[in-house]
């Protein structure tokens, strides 16, 4: 089936929203690319991973890309590529440990999906539904990523909520 040209998914932690997103990715047909925003830091998402890459098979090509991800869209961009993102919320935190611009880094992004003929899914988590954390920098993540989540799910053509593996259709297809 296919898909719009631009999806979130968003979710809170161990939500099911990766698996929901390949899922729509494998049924699309299309050809299946995962851009990879985790860097392997530590032996806990060394083996997180490896269970996202055991969990996809062998049919998907993969492109680690914790920054520049505008540029890894357009340069894998055509009309047969399904391209998942996953996921927007370490993208950010790569791109505020590196000091970069964050409005402008949004902005681009923003930009660049209506330029795209491949179909995009970006994968999100929710993190303002939880307990407001005790410290600055905490906070003002938080915000920075509200505010992406916020833009992004504007520009897309379709936003997917996962709950304990259930999604609702806020935007799209079956939503408003």
């Not at 979130?8 to 299946?32: D, F, H, I, Q």
């Not at 391209?83 to 409005?103: H, K, M, P, Q, Y």
């Not at 920098?137 to 992406?148: D, E, P, S, T, Y």
Request: net charge negative.
């Amino acid at each position: 089936m296919p898909l719009p040209t631009s999806t979130l998914v968003l979710g809170g932690a161990a939500s099911g929203k990766s698996l929901y997103a390949e899922n729509l990715v494998r049924e699309s047909g299309g050809r299946p690319l995962y851009i990879a925003t985790a860097q392997a830091l530590d032996d806990e998402m060394q083996r997180k991973i490896a269970t996202h890459r055991e969990r996809r098979g062998d049919h998907w090509r993969t492109l680690e890309e914790p920054l520049s991800l505008v540029n890894a869209l357009k340069d894998n961009n055509s009309a047969d590529a399904v391209i998942l993102v996953d996921c927007l919320t370490l993208w950010l935190s790569n791109l505020v440990t590196e000091g970069r611009d964050i409005a402008v880094e949004i902005e681009n992004l923003i930009q660049v999906l209506p330029l795209l003929s491949a179909s995009v899914v970006f994968v999100s988590n929710e993190l303002g539904l939880g307990v407001v954390p005790s410290n600055d920098a905490a906070r003002h993540f938080r915000n920075l990523h509200g505010a992406m989540n916020q833009s992004v799910a504007a520009s897309a053509e379709q936003v997917i909520f996962v709950t304990a593996g259930l999604p609702s259709v806020l935007k799209g297809a079956s939503g408003t």
